[in-house]
């Protein structure tokens, strides 16, 4: 040390800024290792705040930061077209926008002088059998020049161009993405020009993607690409390339170059609007009003260097409340360091004093400290980055295990560890600032007597420290409350009554027309099948459902229904599926009246249907709906399906829907049902009956594909995967600052009765109990406690009304989290508080007398 105080005398040697630096790193590097205890603590403590950033961070900065990994992403767009429209339309955001029919896309790729390339894409499932062994696999359809707007090569081969989409069906040929290929074909390129049966549709192997590309839709990655025409082999009985009315593909373009987004929107509006005005004769039943909506329609175009926004709309909040709780649990990591700085700043008040007095100037002494800081945060962010990798692996883990995304990746690539070499600076500036700020203010001549400018030097030192605390408890308050809110909205979600009963269901899916199956074989295979599966041992009742429960999927139509004002007759919507005989039965959904389905509503038996609560009370609200009669749609069909039934509402998307109108269909009498998923419900166990169930459809087409086995109570965990997430991490991180905390308050108090020893010794000399001293010690506590309190509350008031629209059935600033916010926090300061106190009170009077 002697020999850094002599270099660092002001004007006695001068040294080159860099020379200094280097100095003053291996000065701090020297005391560091001598103080080994107090490194250790910090340097854990940094690692956990900076660690948990840089994990949330990594896959944060990919949902919602990373571009597509093709040439100038900035150039791509994404068209959409609010407004009103009738007909058939596939969407996944929600309102139908981004969803377009081919015709138009044709339209629009010839009629455009504004983009490079328009490209259409859809994706379908299928099943892909490859020397006997058959999968389910996703497909992406694709036009001609999709990869040549996005500017992807290939691997092995070649793409898809645009002359194999010239002809619907005559191009047989199939691109393999690359996880695909190296998956399900070990990476060979002896694949190429093999053939593939897709649907039972030979095809041609002509190429793999080029590494690193996953599609224009971050979390689900396509499998296989085939030419958009070959549309009627992916979906048997629905090919939607000749419809004016049927909106089921996207699209996404690339622009030429200086054009910019609004000027690309004008030029393509003549084009736009030249659609509308034709496909306006298609609508016969809208009014004056709708029709002037629908021909004023726009193109709106949005950014896609990101590509399609699905994962980046449904996990945006939940990842920046994510990102905002642990910058919090990093804030309270940093005034914890603090805390530990300060006081180590008072145990070297006299080094301090020597090296000021020597000559040293105070803003190199602060330059020193602020030094030391940065190395612990290094340090701290080289053990974080463990603790990051094995938190973002865990996430990506997560997301694809529970069906949130696919193709995320655990790595820490340069971003995130430029990211953390950042925050690593800033928390080192930011929590080593203050307290050498603190420590280089002194008295000499007090301090160098070691006497009155302990006591003046001690005042300075407990004010930081108690700001610190006060700092620590409003945060912990907020973070605390906000997890409460998460846990409690979990809860709400795994106790909501579904209308249906899901416990020992067993569930699984088919899809034989994606086999080569036409609708007669496929309903004869489903009795079949469900007759097979019936007499199984420890099989009580099944049924089926073609849009699966539960799952995110539904499908919805307007209806005409008899009797109805001719005003209203086609123009309002209800959800639909197709179910099974038993089904109401066998789920345990309450039938209020009428019947259920029965083997005898065939496909040439009298169409009949079975309607929801809800529906009966909206389009029934006078009268009986058994009975009535309706259909689908507003053309001139006669309306034909009776309506013999009325259940009670149920949820069929998800578990936190609202009741809506419901129409269901008996499957045999519906078109275009190309799968159905089966409930089975068993005696015991469902998981162990999967087995059986494989072995008995095997039995029946041993090439047939059986896919999301699994018990219907984790298909609602798979549901509240997401929200069970954020619940555990925020707890997590609400329990991590409770710690920080509890380690804050102690560190103070510890401090403080080292300090005030000679105090409290004269106290206790001149007649004060043990008890007396207690609450002394207690009362600070409670007032840095209740500071805290107060400005958390208004905080976590803020917080509660930034998260609510994430939470389910409750408010995350509410009395009963606020409660257990504030017994939380009492139950930390009053175990913080209890060695420190007990300290104080056991501490003898002769002994502290002579302190020093």
Known sequence: MTEHIQESLSGRRSLPWLETLLQDIRFGIRLL???????????????????????????????????????????????????????HVSSDEGDGSESFTYPMYTYLQEHNSVFTGLAAKANFPISASFRGATERANAELVSGNYFSTLGVQPAVGRVLIPDDTTTVGANPVVVLGYGYWKKRFGGDPGILNQLLLVNNQLMTVVGVVQPGFGGIQLGMIPDVYLP???????????????????????????LKPGISLDQAAIALAPAYHALLEDDLALNPKFDDKKKAAFVAKQLVLREGARGRPLLENSTRPQLLALMGMVGLVLFITCANVAGLLTARGAARQKEISVRLSLGASRWRLIRQLVIESCLLSSLGAVLGLAIASWMSNSLVHFASTNQIADGLSGALDGPVLIFTAALALIAGVFFGV???????????????????????????????????????????????????????????????????????????????????YDEPRSLALYQRLEDRVAALPGVQSLSAAQEPLLADDDRGSNVTVEGEPTELAGTRDVLRNAVGPGHFSNLRIPLIRGREFTRQDGPDSPKVVIINATMAKEFFPNGDAIGRHMKFGAGSDPIDKEIVGIVQDSHHSNINEKPKAFVYVPYPQEKGVTSLTYYVRTAGDPVALA????????????????????????????????????????????????????????????????????????????????KRVGWMILSDVARLTGIGILIGIPLAYVLGKLINSMLYDVQAFGFSSVGISLLALALVAALATYIPARRATRIDPMVALRYE
């Open 691 to 770: 087995n059986s169930v494989r072995q008995a459809i095997g039995e029946l087409d041993a090439s047939l594909p059986i896919y999301d086995v699994r018990s219907f109570d984790e298909q609602i965990e798979l549901q509240l995967s997401s929200s069970r997430l954020v619940a555990l991490l925020a707890l997590i991180f609400g329990s991590l600052a409770a710690l920080l905390a509890a380690m804050g308050i102690y560190g103070l108090l510890a401090y403080t009765v080292t300090q005030r020893t000679r105090e409290i010794g004269v106290r206790m000399a001149l007649g004060a109990e043990p």
């Open 228 to 254: 958009i025409t070959m549309k009627p082999v992916i979906t048997p009985g629905w090919s939607g390339l000749t419809d004016h009315k049927d909106y089921w593909i996207k699209l996404i373009a690339r």
């Open 33 to 87: 290792y001598k103080n080994s205890g107090f490194t250790a603590i910090a340097v854990l403590t940094l690692a956990l705040g900076i660690g948990a950033n840089s994990g949330i961070f990594s896959v944060m900065r990919q949902v919602l930061l990373q571009r597509l990994p093709v040439p100038h992403p900035e150039e791509l767009v994404l068209l959409y077209a609010p407004g009103p429209r009738s007909g």
């Open 434 to 516: 203050v307290p050498a700020l603190n420590a280089t203010r002194v008295q000499l001549a007090y301090t160098l007597k070691e006497q009155g400018g302990a006591v003046l030097s001690a005042h300075s030192h407990a004010r930081l420290r108690q700001a610190l605390v006060i700092s620590q408890v409003a945060l912990t308050l907020l973070l605390v409350t906000g997890a409460c809110g998460f846990v409690r909205s979990l809860y709400n979600l795994k106790n909501v009554d579904l209308g249906l009963q899901t416990a020992h269901v067993l569930q699984f899916s088919v899809a034989p027309q994606l086999n080569g």
